[in-house]
C-alpha cells in the first residue's frame, strides 16, 4: 500500500519546523523528506492552477509537480539556487511554469533521440531525461527501480508515449490511461527518493 503525504508527517509538525523561508529551504538542502512534501503540499493549489491555464489533464498534476520537485533539490544540491530571503515555493512554482509549459510542447511535437537535444543553461526535467550527457545518470536510477516503474516512466517521459497509446498497443499489464496514469504517479514520487539517495551514496 502506498504511503500519502499525511502518513510521512503531520501538517502540525512542518508548519512549525518550517515556519521561516531559510528553515524550509535548510529542510531542503538536507533533503528532508518532511520538508519536500510540506513544500509540495503549500505549491500544490499553483500545480493545478497552472495545469489547467496550460490546457493540461489535470491527471499531470503529480508528475509536473514531482518533476518540478527533482529540479529544486538538483538546483539546491549544485549551489545553483540559494536561499535569498524569500519562500523557496516560490521558486518551485517558477520550476512548475516551465515544466508545465515544456508539456504542451510535447504534446505538439515528435520526441527527438538524446544526441538532438541541444544544450540550455537552464534545462527542466523533460530536458534532462532526454539530453545525452544526463542519460547514463538516468538510466541507472531508472535501473534502481526496476519494473514496472521503470517501464512506465520510460514509455510516457523518454519514449514520448501518450497513456491512451500504451494502453492501445497493451505495453504494460495496465489496461486504463487512469490505472496507467496513477501508477506512474507513484513511480515519480518513488524515483524523487532515489534521486535524492543517489546524490548522497556511492551505493545508488
Given at each position: 500500500?502506498?504511503?500519502?503525504?499525511?502518513?510521512?508527517?503531520?501538517?502540525?509538525?512542518?508548519?512549525?519546523?518550517?515556519?521561516?523561508?531559510?528553515?524550509?529551504?535548510?529542510?531542503?538542502?538536507?533533503?528532508?523528506?518532511?520538508a519536500i512534501l510540506y513544500a509540495q503540499i503549500k505549491v500544490l493549489p499553483s500545480v493545478k492552477k497552472l495545469t489547467k491555464?496550460?490546457?493540461?489533464?489535470?491527471?499531470?498534476?503529480?508528475?509536473?509537480?514531482?518533476?518540478?520537485?527533482?529540479?529544486?533539490?538538483?538546483?539546491?544540491?549544485?549551489?545553483?539556487?540559494?536561499?535569498?530571503?524569500?519562500?523557496?515555493?516560490?521558486?518551485?512554482?517558477?520550476?512548475?511554469?516551465?515544466?508545465?509549459?515544456?508539456?504542451?510542447?510535447?504534446?505538439?511535437?515528435?520526441?527527438?533521440?538524446?544526441?538532438?537535444?541541444?544544450?540550455?543553461?537552464?534545462?527542466?526535467?523533460?530536458?534532462?531525461?532526454?539530453?545525452?550527457?544526463?542519460?547514463?545518470?538516468?538510466?541507472?536510477?531508472?535501473?534502481?527501480?526496476?519494473?514496472?516503474?521503470?517501464?512506465?516512466?520510460?514509455?510516457?517521459?523518454?519514449?514520448?508515449?501518450?497513456?491512451?497509446?500504451?494502453?492501445?498497443?497493451?505495453?504494460?499489464?495496465?489496461?486504463?490511461?487512469?490505472?496507467?496514469?496513477?501508477?506512474?504517479?507513484?513511480?515519480?514520487?518513488?524515483?524523487?527518493?532515489?534521486?535524492?539517495?543517489?546524490?548522497?551514496?556511492?551505493?545508488?
Amino acid at each position: 500500500m502506498s504511503l500519502t503525504w499525511s502518513d510521512w508527517f503531520s501538517r502540525d509538525t512542518a508548519s512549525t519546523r518550517f515556519a521561516t523561508h531559510e528553515a524550509l529551504f535548510e529542510g531542503l538542502k538536507k533533503e528532508d523528506n518532511a520538508a519536500i512534501l510540506y513544500a509540495q503540499i503549500k505549491v500544490l493549489p499553483s500545480v493545478k492552477k497552472l495545469t489547467k491555464d496550460y490546457g493540461l489533464p489535470l491527471e499531470q498534476v503529480d508528475d509536473i509537480l514531482n518533476q518540478s520537485t527533482l529540479i529544486l533539490l538538483r538546483k539546491i544540491g549544485d549551489g545553483s539556487y540559494q536561499f535569498q530571503n524569500y519562500a523557496p515555493t516560490t521558486y518551485l512554482i517558477e520550476i512548475v511554469r516551465r515544466v508545465a509549459l515544456m508539456a504542451t510542447r510535447a504534446l505538439k511535437k515528435t520526441t527527438k533521440p538524446l544526441d538532438n537535444i541541444p544544450e540550455t543553461s537552464d534545462p527542466d526535467f523533460e530536458a534532462l531525461l532526454r539530453h545525452s550527457e544526463a542519460a547514463e545518470t538516468v538510466n541507472l536510477l531508472l535501473g534502481k527501480m526496476g519494473d514496472p516503474c521503470e517501464q512506465v516512466i520510460r514509455l510516457h517521459h523518454i519514449d514520448g508515449l501518450s497513456d491512451e497509446e500504451v494502453v492501445q498497443q497493451q505495453l504494460t499489464k495496465y489496461l486504463s490511461p487512469d490505472s496507467l496514469k496513477n501508477k506512474r504517479s507513484d513511480c515519480m514520487k518513488k524515483l524523487v527518493l532515489i534521486a535524492q539517495q543517489w546524490k548522497t551514496s556511492t551505493n545508488i
